[in-house]
């Protein structure tokens, strides 16, 4: 959806880490403390949509080519599911629980 992505839980997973990534939004601008991208979280029935900011997956070579070099905080994010949110912050894009 333009410069969003739309987040639509499929079963019990996607409902509790939409909830969680809907929750958990911050505006956080220190490279060295994980970043998550901005969030906004709709109820539709029981049902947790998440609308988020579009992040471009990018590698490790690719972050430390941009940064200089790569947040310890990469690491922690599951599969390492970061990359470069359009104003250039190095975000986590899909960060659940589950």
């Known amino acids: 959806m333009g410069r969003y992505v739309v987040k639509i839980p499929k079963n019990l997973d996607g409902i509790v880490d939409n909830d969680w990534e809907g929750s958990v939004s911050n505006g956080n601008d220190d490279p060295h403390e994980i970043r998550y ?3 906004h979280l709709a109820w539709v029935d029981e049902l947790p949509i998440v609308f988020m ?3 471009e997956p990018a590698t490790s070579r690719e972050i430390i080519k941009r940064l200089g070099f790569e947040p310890d905080w990469v690491m922690s994010v599951d599969c390492g599911q970061v990359g470069f949110a359009r104003d250039g912050r190095l975000l986590a894009y899909d ?4």
Not at 95 to 98: A, D, F, H, L, N
């Open 53 to 55: 900011e579009w992040v």
């Open 95 to 98: 960060y659940g629980p589950r």
């Open 37 to 39: 991208a901005r969030t």
